[in-house]
């Protein structure tokens, strides 16, 4: 039956189809691309957030029938001069990152301000307490929105800085686009004809697929295609570097773990695919999953994935002089056990996939990838047609932190389009999107480490055993990557350090943020606390005896020859120290080490193209993803700083008109490699405009921006100057807690080489320290047989904006000869150290040593308002 209602003053009438949501509603029919599908349906991240008879509501939670009669008002609906002021708000104070939730806040924000034209930090903290932010850590957010009411007041004007070069806080590229949800993610595009696809995954972990009956979904009225694995014309298995993950699970095959797509479906609605989907009948044989390390391991464990004998993927091992005889002649010797667990990244965009038969016999494919050239690779390969018949464009991407990196539903989307002859998109549910991506890893650290009588550090030895889940990912090299990494920033001259990767039936994990360096920083620093209560030294002393300076060798081997920001970093921090202790204020300090850079041998490259274009601006093609990190603006300041020309004249474009494949957007590389492929190219420009030339005559031509890294060693090879990465990040952080044991406020110091955008850079430290409080106390993915036992959002446990606490930023700049005009990657070690200081902070408070993450019986932890688990999905009930 029609409903009526009125939609941003316009009268509306529509029929209802069954099980579509009110979001669905104003997105899939009416068009509308301000309210964002983050979790539907469980209303928990607001960005679907629209105004009912005046009331902010979650429209993902309520039924498209009980529209009738209301009238809603969504970003688009809100006065065009409010909603530009609004949105130059959010970009002024650099309030916003992948940009997902915004337009769910930018309204929230219209709202209270109606209400509350002044509103104090509190009220504002309230008011977001519904809405989700993984980028920001909300800080900004806050200072956006008291930037709004002054502008709302007429007492200011905002004005984001339009361009500039390097040094200045220029606004995010697109930034107004975003903000109010003009630009569109993937899950945005729309076109004639278009199908909507679902996926129907393994209910088991570990289950030998006996049949797939797929009659009852193709009876369904409006489904168009159900595909399973007899319909992959070419390579089933993908994988960044094994070929081990099918795109589907075909009958006779036994299952890995709960995100196994078995089959998929075309229809012409979301919710007729869903239920299609819903309705694909599979039988089972069942078998008991393997979920424990340790149970993995033993020689008559069954095998996990066929491609990986014993369940082993990987060890990595450093060995450095005489481990046990230097810890025997340790004047201080400490050990224990540390635990880090399982984490989501909860990117606010679930995995969206968009494909489109082109006239030419080519398939068009949006992707919010990490690296739309491995994206390219793989789909193709899986469709058996040449990489040249399948053309990639990369989207907004609406968070990712590594959960992006591997493929998730972009070649049964490029299939089914295929098949059908139609355009189709693909998007997740969040449970879905929850079960299928890789996680971070929980890693068990055993160390047994020593110190002199002064508190120099004598020797580490190191045992890490990783769950790293049901497929290879990039697993190995995030395990490396903690070995590589085991002894933090700090010197120490004796290693015996082993890193294993160990293959479950749980959920792949891979890479995220800080990619296992944050869980051997949490066990290094316990370390050194420990250290120092057993030498009778203040735990900032013993850091500064042990931090690597120049000329100092680091766990890896790798001899530092320049750039070594840390104890600049530490001393930064020395001031605010003081006054907490004398105070009487618990405070706990840490320090971390990020690598910029794959390294390990590894050849990489940044490629990117200018491309003069006859209206005067220039397309400035890149291989790299931007995820909300800021690597677009950057690029543009690069550009800005060479050529001379305003930044805003260099378009950034992610696609794959040349051939710039650089593989993923990972290890905090994408300002490093593409800023000096991007000074390159844009040298060559600027050599044409002294030499007299105008953007207009030189209307057409491209130039070439490449780069390639050829000088960095596997770890543990024998050379004489082992050079592992091409330059590290360092940082330095406090935590203070209050008289409670509450989060009361970070001090971070950060060497970043040089500082490119001030304001993105503060944005990004203060987002990763938002994560790291949230790995710290209050984040965990936990599972029951390989299947995640919550998958609601606030239960995973991100940080609400009313538990965020004061994030002081302190940028140093230690000139990284090798980084584009200095600079070295920041994205991912603002929550390396975190987890450590905090721990170190309720050690202050309460006399307790905690080894176990999240710390969520901590007085700190338990005052985070969510992470609790309640309820959990009955075992009936998966599917
Ligand atoms: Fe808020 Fe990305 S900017 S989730």
């Not at 069954?18 to 509308?32: K, P």
């Not at 939670?61 to 002021?85: M, N, S, Y």
């Not at 970093?569 to 794959?598: D, F, H, M, Q, T």
Request: overall charge negative; glycine content about 10%; proline content about 5%.
């Amino acid at each position: 039956m029609a409903i009526h209602f009125e939609l941003n003053g316009t009268r509306q009438e529509v029929e209802p189809r069954e099980g579509e949501s009110l979001l669905s509603l104003l997105r899939d029919r009416l068009g509308l691309s301000s309210p964002k599908n983050g979790c539907e349906p469980q209303g928990q991240c607001g960005c679907c957030l629209a105004l009912i008879d005046g009331q902010p509501k979650t429209t993902c939670t309520i039924p498209a029938q009980r529209a009738d009669g209301k009238a809603i008002v969504t970003l688009e609906g809100v006065p065009e001069e409010e909603r530009r002021l609004l949105a130059r708000s959010f970009v002024a104070a650099a309030g916003l990152q992948c940009g997902f939730c915004i337009p769910g806040i930018v309204l929230r924000t219209h709202h209270l301000l109606a209400q509350s034209p002044d509103p104090s930090r509190e009220e504002i903290a309230k008011a977001l307490d519904v809405h989700l932010c993984r980028c920001t850590g909300y800080l900004k957010l806050f200072e956006a929105v008291e930037l709004a009411a002054r502008a709302l007041r007429g007492e200011v004007d905002p004005q984001p800085l339009a361009a500039g070069g390097v040094g200045e806080a220029v606004a995010r590229h697109q930034g107004e686009a975003l903000a109010l949800g003009e630009r569109p993610y993937v899950d945005d595009l729309r076109r004639e004809g278009m199908l909507f696809g679902a996926v129907h995954l393994s209910a088991h972990a570990r289950a030998t697929v006996r049949a797939i009956d797929t009659r009852a979904a193709e009876a369904m009225e409006g489904v168009v295609r159900v595909a399973t694995a007899a319909d992959v014309p070419g390579e089933r298995f993908h994988g960044l570097l094994h070929q081990d993950w099918p795109g589907f699970v075909a009958v006779g095959e036994t299952t890995r773990c709960v995100g196994d797509v078995l089959a998929v479906v075309a229809a012409r609605d979301p919710q007729t695919a869903r239920r299609a989907a819903a309705a694909i009948a599979v039988d089972y044989e069942v078998h008991p999953p393997v979920v424990d390390v340790h149970e993995a391991m033993r020689p008559d464990a069954p095998r996990v994935n066929d491609r990986h004998p014993g369940n082993l993927l990987s060890i990595s091992k450093i060995v450095l002089g005489d481990a046990e005889a230097a810890l025997r002649g340790s004047a201080h010797r400490v050990e224990g056990t540390w635990r880090t667990q399982r984490i989501e990244h909860a990117f606010l965009e679930p995995e969206a996939a968009f494909a489109e038969p082109r006239e030419d016999g080519t398939l068009y494919l949006a992707t919010q990838g990490q690296g739309i050239f491995d994206d390219r690779r793989q789909v193709a390969a899986f469709l058996g047609v040449p990489e040249a018949e399948v053309f990639v464009e990369l989207f907004p991407n609406g968070g990712a932190f590594g959960g992006k990196e591997d493929l998730s539903i972009q070649p049964q989307t490029a299939l089914l389009a295929r098949l059908t002859g139609r355009p189709v998109k693909l998007t997740l549910t969040r449970e879905q999107s929850i079960r299928m991506h890789p996680k971070r890893h929980p890693i068990e650290l055993r160390y047994e480490a020593g110190c002199d009588a002064e508190g120099r550090l004598t020797a580490v030895r190191a045992r890490l055993i990783g769950d790293t889940g049901a497929y290879a990912s990039v697993g190995e090299k995030v395990l490396r990557r903690a070995a590589g990494h085991a002894c933090g920033p700090y010197r120490v001259p004796t290693l015996d350090v082993e890193a294993a990767a160990v293959m479950t039936n749980n959920p792949p994990c891979g890479a995220m943020r800080g990619f296992g360096v944050n869980q051997a920083s949490f066990a290094m620093e316990g370390v050194l606390d420990a250290l120092a209560e057993a030498a009778g030294l203040d735990p900032f002393e013993l850091r500064r005896r042990n931090v690597v300076e120049v000329g100092d060798t680091l766990t890896s081997g790798q001899r530092l020859e320049k750039s070594v920001g840390i104890g600049e970093c530490l001393e930064r921090l020395r001031p605010a120290y003081e006054a907490a202790r004398a105070a009487g204020k618990a405070v706990g300090v840490a320090c971390g080490i990020k690598n910029s850079g794959i390294g390990n041998g590894a050849v990489e490259h940044g490629r990117t193209r200018l491309r003069v274009e006859a209206d005067g601006t220039v397309a400035l093609y890149n291989g790299f993803t931007e995820m909300g990190q800021g690597l677009s603006t950057l690029l543009q300041q690069f550009a800005a700083e060479v050529t001379g020309l305003p930044s805003s004249r260099f378009v950034p474009r992610t696609d794959t008109s040349f051939e710039l494949g650089c593989g993923q957007t990972t290890g905090s590389r994408g300002t490093l490699l593409s800023g000096r492929a991007v000074i390159a190219a844009a040298e060559q420009l600027r050599d044409d405009l002294a030499a007299g030339a105008t953007l207009e005559s030189l209307a057409g031509k491209t130039y070439r921006g490449e780069i390639e890294i050829t000088d960095t060693h596997p770890l543990g090879k024998k050379v004489e100057r082992p050079k592992t990465h091409t330059t590290y990040g360092f940082a330095a952080q406090l935590v203070i807690l209050d008289a409670e044991g509450r989060l009361e406020k970070v001090v971070a110091a950060h060497d970043v080489g040089r500082v490119v955008n001030p304001d993105l850079c503060v944005g990004q430290i203060q987002g990763a320290v938002h994560m790291g409080l949230g790995h710290a106390l209050s984040e965990e993915l936990p599972c029951v047989d390989g299947m995640p036992i919550a998958t609601r959002l606030r239960e995973i446990g991100v940080l609400r904006a009313r538990d965020m606490p004061e994030v002081e930023v302190h940028l140093v700049e230690a000139h990284e000869p090798e980084g584009p005009f200095g600079a070295k990657g920041v994205g991912e070690i603002g929550l390396v150290p975190t987890a450590g200081a905090v721990a170190a902070a309720l050690f202050a408070f309460d006399g307790v040593r905690r080894r176990t993450l999240p710390m969520k019986d901590s007085p700190a932890g338990r005052a985070i308002t969510v992470g609790r688990i309640r309820a959990r999905i009955p075992r009936e009930e998966w599917r």
